[in-house]
């Protein structure tokens, strides 16, 4: 895509939210690559293309219950980069486009917690998140980032201190159902809206990948910031292959122009 392109795509994507009385974003792990942390498959760089572990064993319910060391050996580096990552320009814009009433809500994948960080409130996390940790044996729920940080301190697999329990991540695994609250909320959200957003996600993943389809097909405008193609792209009404980095300031400063 060339920068003219892209440039009239971002002046037709930002003239679609002007005309939005209710803008919902979707977002994925690309939103959060200009923070530091890779995506899972990013043709160069996503996770899946560079281990050498099967993702589908040690990041499912399944392969964590049977060897959640094989799990925390492969999720340190990631933990340790979500830790100390912060916000980009495409999270801090979007923070910015729900304080000025644009944007109503967030619907992420990402488990980063990048939105809170930027400032946005009213945000949904449909695959759940690190700031919590939960016992797989008593249900105990504790505080996830110190636990995390002494795991990354002597790298033993945390346990519970009332019952010795493995401790878990909030983050949804394969295999695990998705938050209830959290589905229904994101599904109420995208039925409502007159606009999605959908940025930095290959769509792959279901049934996340649902919510721009649904949003469609209720006759809410589509717009799509993604490196990469996406299987979506034919349903959209303007498709933008560059970096939310560079993309959604842009927005927000045509808005802010008009
Ligand atoms: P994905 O890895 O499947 O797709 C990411 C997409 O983002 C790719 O198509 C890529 O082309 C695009 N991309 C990469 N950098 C970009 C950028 N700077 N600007 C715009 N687009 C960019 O990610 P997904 O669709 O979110 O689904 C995979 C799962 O990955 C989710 O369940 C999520 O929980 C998990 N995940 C989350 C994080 C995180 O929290 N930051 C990181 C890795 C994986």
């Given amino acids: ?148 940080e002494q795991f990354l301190r002597d790298g033993l697999v945390p346990r519970c201190e009332h019952c010795g329990g493995v401790l878990k991540p909030n983050v949804i695994l394969f295999g695990e159902q998705l938050p209830v609250r959290e589905l229904r909320d994101s599904q109420d959200a995208t039925k409502k809206c007159d606009a999605m957003l959908v940025i930095g996600s290959s769509l792959e993943v279901a049934p996340a990948n649902q919510l721009p389809v649904i949003a469609k097909r209720n006759n809410a405008k589509l717009i799509i910031i993604n490196l990469e193609e996406t299987h979506l792209d034919h349903l959209a009404d303007v498709v933008i292959h560059a970096r939310a980095a560079q993309v959604l300031p842009q927005i927000l400063a045509q808005l802010q122009d008009v």
């Fill in 1 to 148: 895509m060339t920068d003219d392109d892209i440039t009239q795509k971002i002046d037709y994507a930002t003239q679609l939210i002007q005309n939005a009385k209710n803008l919902v974003a979707f977002t994925g792990a690309g939103i959060s690559t200009d923070s530091g942390i890779p995506d899972f498959r990013s043709n160069d760089s996503g996770l899946w293309k560079q281990v050498t572990v099967d993702p589908l064993e040690v990041a499912s319910l399944y392969g964590f219950r049977r060897n959640p060391q094989a799990f925390y050996d492969w999720v340190k580096p990631l933990a340790h980069t979500i830790i100390h990552a912060k916000p980009n320009s495409a999270h801090i814009a979007l923070a910015e486009l729900e304080k000025q009433g644009i944007l109503k809500s967030v619907i992420t994948q990402n488990i980063d917690m990048l939105h809170t960080r930027a400032g946005n409130s009213t945000i949904y996390e449909l695959h759940g998140h690190m700031r919590q940790t939960t016992c797989i044996r008593c249900y105990v729920v504790f505080d996830g980032v110190p636990i995390l």
